[in-house]
DNA sequence: CACCACCCGTATAACGTTATAGAGGCACGG
DNA sequence: CCGTGCCTCTATAACGTTATACGGGTGGTG
């Protein structure tokens, strides 16, 4: 069915290699050679065979974006940006979801996609150091978002401990002592914990006390967890006067049980998320979050793991912190107002 | 770096022939071998070479989903479900955003892919009923959502006029008149001339008249756009009591408008949307919505192309029209209320 | 004029699979 | 005892590329 070099070759009146060599620039042609066989190209319509190109050199030019959950907006905007980064350098992006399962993320990290795969980025959730050392496949990976440190590949996050400390700081800036944390999550989420962890110590910078009964644990990080949890929390003895959620899906679902409760935010309820998601922007009221830098993660991941699969990168292991900032928004209040 | 066949072979001391029915099961291999090859694959640890297998077999083992946006949820919840439903084939799919853009569409329609992948299932925008019958590539196509018809492909969609019938008779039901229409677009989005023609005539049968003045267009189907379009509305010398989205994402911007122009919802205007994402079950007031049947258009979507891929579907090709349904939410006020 | 260097092009061997044709052994019926 | 057929297994030719080694001209140089 296909046109292939051969085809190509006939019509032109040339050999394979030369054909092939016009198609790649990998040696050079003469003027004249190179016009025949283009038009040849031009006239049957040829395009290279991957597969046959991919099992000659080694490669399949497929890379794999492994996250926890497409429907998460944060993700879905991330694995926009790496498509595309990957297209411009040739590669096709597939995406893998894990759905934050312990079993699917050591199955991904260590073989299911061996062959099929030139690398691998990978966002982990419930895997940590030992399970990454453990692994035996050899393809590059690139490990996003926080949680395993000291392995031996490129990683790319924000520093999750500082921006929890941002956050809380900017309640404190409006005057919340009662700030309760949604999003703590049982043994093996890294991320969960250093967000904890910089909630803890800001609080304690700002000379708060840290009180457990406002510290909310969610199964996952969705709106319906925010909403569920939110609810309990309002439903204490003594409710807080702000919420910092791990991330903008359950600040989101806050917003709505807050809403249903009849509180209003942010003067009775104020709520800081992390991911800057669209959604955050159009909600009501619009949602104050910490923007991590979703651009540069996406192009940092894929252009490192290409360089990795191409060799050009020789470099040790490179952990690279992206930039965050707070972006105020209706819910802690407007600068304005 | 691989361990091939060759190496099984090798150490189980029969022939690749035989290694090889012993992975696909194409031919009977006896107990006694199979035995023996089994284990050899299990200690060195053999998965095939998928470019190999693809080159030899003619396939690939890629599928493409092409849509116009990830960052819409609608699209990002039907991808998650297509590629389960792609995996549980065998087949790994990969994602295209065609940015609505018709220089892209046709494109990948007729070739960037050509010899990349088995089969394409598209989601077309800006493209119609001509440019698919010029397509010449000879991979399978399935398409999904409404806009071309009369073509030699299998098409899955909801029926966008009477989704929009039942979104209007809603209105209409609970005592609006001035009904606007947000998502108009200019010449070539089909779905948005279906959902438009259904709104014009579901107005008629209802005994009310179209104003072109409630008919809003839209440069593109997002928050952004709906914010913009509903202010101007509200600002018009007679604003609209109801109004139905070309989405949610415009019905969600528009929400935010409303919000920020102290409007109530439903009280001074209702608001109707399509897609049923999850962002509309969190959001304040919830989003009532025409639910499509997304899990059911996912795996049809990928099921039909897969078996005109395989051979196994010859007959002539089928159009679907999946189930939808109306949601009541706040946006319309709750049937207790 | 012989030699080397170079440029342009060709022939060919892989890459790891799978499908096809066929070889060897064994049982069975004639 | 031989042909026939089945049942396992093997040898081998593709699939379409790319990389390597090589050949045959041409021009420059000693």
Do not use: W
């Not at 050679?33 to 395009?47: F, H, K, N």
């Not at 974006?65 to 879905?76: D, H, S, T, V």
């Not at 644990?217 to 309990?232: A, I, L, V, W, Y």
């Amino acid at each position: 069915m296909g046109v292939s070099l051969k085809d190509i070759a006939e019509r032109a009146g040339v050999s394979l290699a030369t054909v092939s060599n016009v198609v790649n620039g990998y040696r050079p042609v003469g003027e004249h050679t190179r016009r025949r066989v283009q038009q040849a190209i031009d006239e049957l319509g040829y395009s290279p065979n991957l597969s046959a190109r991919h099992l000659r050199r080694g490669r399949t030019g497929l890379i794999a974006l492994a996250i926890p959950e497409l429907n998460n907006p944060y993700f879905a905007e991330l694995a926009e940006i790496a498509i595309r980064e990957a297209a411009g350098h040739g590669y096709t992006l597939v995406m893998e979801n894990t759905a934050a399962d312990r079993q699917a993320e050591l199955l991904l990290l260590d073989g299911s996609r061996r062959h099929t795969i030139d690398g691998l980025i990978f966002s982990p959730v419930r895997i940590g150091r030992d399970e990454v050392l453990a692994r035996t496949a050899d393809s590059p990976l690139v490990l996003i978002g926080e949680g395993v440190y000291d392995v031996p590949h490129d990683h790319i996050a924000i520093d999750n401990v500082a921006a929890s400390h941002a956050a809380i700081q900017h309640l404190v800036a409006i005057g919340r002592r009662r700030i309760a944390f949604i999003g703590a999550a049982s043994g093996d989420r890294q991320s969960a914990h250093l967000r904890m962890r910089g909630y803890r110590e800001a609080l304690t910078s700002a000379g708060l006390p840290f009180r457990p009964e406002l510290v909310a644990r969610t199964d996952e990080f969705s709106r319906r967890e925010g909403m569920r949890t939110m609810r309990d929390l309002l439903a204490s003895a003594d409710p807080p006067d702000a919420v910092f959620a791990y991330n903008d899906l359950i600040a989101i679902g806050a917003l709505r049980a807050l809403a249903e409760a009849g509180c209003r935010v942010p003067e009775d309820v104020a709520v800081v998320g992390i991911d800057d998601i669209e959604e955050g922007r159009f909600s009501s009221p619009t949602l104050t979050t910490i923007a991590p830098d979703k651009e540069e993660i996406g192009r940092l991941a894929v252009r490192r793991l290409v360089a990795r699969i191409e060799g050009t990168e020789v470099a040790a292991s490179l952990t690279v912190q992206t930039p965050f900032r707070l972006i105020r928004r209706e819910s802690t209040g407007t600068p304005g107002s």
